[in-house]
T-cell receptor, first 115, second 113 residues
Framework: DTGVSQDPRHKITKRGQNVTFRCDPI?????LYWYRQTLGQGPEFLTY????????KSRLLSDRFSAERPKGSFSTLEIQRTEQGDSAMYLC?????????????FGAGTRLSVL | AQSVTQLGSHVSVSEGALVLLRCNYS??????LFWYVQYPNQGLQLLLK??????LVKGINGFEAEFKKSETSFHLTKPSAHMSDAAEYFC???????????FGTGTSLTVIP
């Protein structure tokens, strides 16, 4: 068990470019979550997957954002036509839905800077 | 609806002094409560959790928290601060069958030598 891993750790892009982040959850964790954390704030929920199904999306997830988990293992989060307001830390978390205590395990995050 | 309020965005303590970080929650159902710690440029690490068992919860690194339903609080304490405790601390609430965590805005802990 190597924990939740996210790639890349840092991404610098120009406004208007598309970016994609990857998250590898703890193996056999069937739930995967994406959060966004801006400076000085706590993480805010974006979306989550149960296996490959995306079951809930926050209103924070605009049309420029899309997340996938095609085989129920790793997930990608894509942001199209990035804006400066997208600059944030994007955190991925996973949990085992059968585990009763509802603990989410977080990755180290991808820090996005939009210039 | 659920929410968390962390009073004090910045807390400074002397090394060896008591650490007290405050968290109050709002929940329409009996909650699960968590404290996470975040070091610079890192993700969140679970410190401790309350999941409806014992109200006094012990976590890693000497931290503990007490769930007080009457006060809707889940304050984090540590008897003696260490320099390595300097970090950002987040309180979070969720429903037992909930799908997402609701985080507070965090408390930055500074430990003065």
């Amino acid at each position: 068990d190597t924990g939740v891993s996210q790639d890349p750790r840092h991404k610098i892009t120009k406004r208007g470019q598309n970016v994609t982040f990857r998250c590898d959850p703890i193996s056999e964790h069937n739930r995967l979550y994406w959060y966004r954390q801006t400076l000085g704030q706590g993480p805010e929920f974006l979306t989550y997957f149960q296996n490959e199904a995306q079951l809930e999306k926050s209103r924070l997830l605009s049309d420029r954002f899309s997340a996938e988990r095609p085989k129920g293992s790793f997930s990608t989060l894509e942001i199209q036509r990035t804006e400066q307001g997208d600059s944030a830390m994007y955190l991925c978390a996973s949990r085992d839905f059968s585990e009763a205590k509802n603990i989410q395990y977080f990755g180290a995050g991808t820090r996005l800077s939009v210039l | 609806a659920q929410s968390v309020t962390q009073l004090g965005s910045h807390v400074s303590v002397s090394e060896g002094a008591l650490v007290l970080l405050r968290c109050n929650y709002s929940s329409s159902v009996p909650p699960y409560l968590f404290w996470y710690v975040q070091y610079p440029n890192q993700g969140l690490q679970l410190l401790l959790k309350y999941t409806s068992a014992a109200t006094l919860v012990k976590g890693i690194n000497g931290f503990e928290a007490e769930f007080k339903k009457s006060e809707t609080s889940f304050h984090l304490t540590k008897p003696s601060a260490h320099m390595s405790d300097a970090a950002e601390y987040f309180c979070a609430v969720t429903e037992p069958t909930g799908n997402q965590f609701y985080f507070g805005t965090g408390t930055s802990l500074t430990v003065i030598p």
